[in-house]
Each structure stands twice: as C-alpha cells, then as structure tokens.
C-alpha cells in the first residue's frame, strides 16, 4: 500500500509539476476537509449542533444533501419494518 501510495505521488507531483511534497500538503488538507465536513454532518443529524451552526460550517446544499439522504434512509428501513 505505501508503495501505491508513493507511486501516485510521484505520478500527480510530475503530471502536475509539483513537488512531492506539495502533492501530500493538498492530499492532506483536502482528506482533513472531507472529515471535518463528515464531522460537521454527523453532528448534527445525531442533535449535537443546530441546523444554523452546520449550515455555517459546511454551507446549506451539504446540511440540506444530508437531510434528504437520511430521509431516504429511514424511509427505506421503514418499508423494510413494514414490507
């Protein structure tokens, strides 16, 4: 796996004219933002943050993409209860 890891690096440092070390910074900060943002989320779909808190950090097309995945989802698990 690190080497995959490495490979991909070196291919996306040269493709783009990167250091390698550029390359890791951007793959860092873009992985820690996706978290955060999967943080935010979860917070508040389990009551943690209100609406307005989640929608400040992480804007409201993702709270409202959250909202409707989980209506989806409690939909879909009571029809499974029901069917």
């Known amino acids: 796996m690190a080497a995959e890891i490495s490979d991909r690096v070196r291919a996306i440092a040269e493709a783009r004219g990167l250091p390698e ?4 910074e951007r793959a860092l900060e873009r992985g820690l933002g996706d978290l955060w943002e999967d943080l935010i ?3 508040y779909l389990d009551g943690e943050i209100d ?8 804007g409201r097309t993702k ?3 959250a909202e409707r995945e ?3 989802v ?3 698990v009571d029809w ?4």
């Open 41 to 43: 989320l979860a917070q």
């Open 21 to 24: 070390s550029e390359v890791f």
């Open 51 to 58: 609406r307005e808190e989640a929608i400040e950090h992480v």
């Open 70 to 72: 989980r209506e989806v």
């Open 80 to 83: 499974g209860l029901n069917a």
């Open 74 to 76: 409690e939909e879909d």
């Open 63 to 65: 709270v409202e993409r």
